[in-house]
């Protein structure tokens, strides 16, 4: 079978962990006899140098054309303006929105061989598998937002607004998740302040009620559920939320286990194309160093083989080799232990493809 994958790799060191990706990638592809084609686009702030926008009509075209798309990372310094009318962000934003991409799904687990990395206790985050589906395109980030006169001075206003066709269809993709894993569901929302939450929570248990009675669903107010992703994790199996709270949430989420480094994610809509792409930023403070964990970006093209490409053994054969590599001991500077050497970005990359190939 043949795949096109397009390629989106972005600023600071997203082209250093896209590359060690489809290194890993095509090992798969050599040992599965399968055949992958890429191409690459521009997004973020190398789009905005090149062509003056964050996310050019050309990328959306190669990434509507391709099975999946994997992402780098977006933003930097050079472009951190807030006030700027073109920010790499919009790029992120813009290509979710051109694909249908609504729902994005970040797993977090702590391998037992990293356990003492979290900034947690080891035995509170020991065993910690879990998974948070965000909602992606409508709520805060999305709706209607400016400026206006105020008898003060001025006032700035964003609005969250979500349907019920909205919430229905995220529902179900946690649910679906909640069904393939322990069937346990928690929607996270601020049902005692917020009439979207309301709406959320309503939406949510009725979907969950009537079409998956055997998932078991609770609700969780968004700063109980924060307070208990630290005292107790081991409480979450699957996570629903809407936009911004899971934007917190997940990153939140991210240091249960030891570092950014290591965490995928996939962001999916209701066919099979999507975007894959590590939950980490573009750290321009590592940038072209080499020494950037590639890890969170081979296991989103693991997520990718799984949820585009029809490929559930090479998805398998990648999250063994992470395993595999980190159990004996090879680590990135993110993860070294005091008086450890720490192994580079090419060759955490080529120690994993080479565990593919086993």
Known sequence: MNHTITRLAGDGIGPEVVREACKVLEAAARRFGRSLGFQDALIGGIAIDATKTALPDETIRLCQAADAVLLGAVGGPKWDDPHAAVRPEQGLLGIRKALGLFANLRPVRVHPALAAASPLKAELVAGVDLLVVRELTGGLYFGERGRRKDPSGEAAFDTMIYSTGEIERIARRAAEAARGRSGRLTSVDKANVLESSRLWRATVTRVVTEE???????????????????????????????????????????????????????????????????????????????????????????????????????????????????????????????????????????????????
């Not at 209701?270 to 939950?279: C, D, F, Q, S």
């Not at 799984?306 to 063994?320: F, K, Q, T, V």
């Open 212 to 358: 998956y009675p055997d998932v078991n669903l609770d609700h969780l107010l968004v700063d109980a559920a924060s307070m208990f992703l630290i005292q107790k994790p081991g409480r979450f199996d699957v996570m629903v939320t809407e936009n911004m709270f899971g934007d917190i949430l997940t990153d939140e989420a991210s240091v249960l286990a030891g570092s950014m480094g290591l965490l995928p994610s996939a962001s999916l809509g209701e066919g099979t194309l999507g975007l894959y792409e590590p939950i980490h930023g573009s750290a321009p403070d590592i940038a072209g160093k080499e020494i950037a964990n590639p890890i969170g970006t081979i296991l989103s093209a693991a997520m990718m083989c799984r949820y585009s490409l029809g490929w559930p053994e090479a998805a398998d054969a990648i999250e063994a080799a992470v395993d595999h590599v980190i159990a004996e001991g090879a680590r990135t500077a993110d993860l070294v232990d005091p008086g450890q050497t720490p192994i580079s970005t090419c060759e955490m990359g080529d120690r994993i493809a080479a565990a593919v190939l086993e």
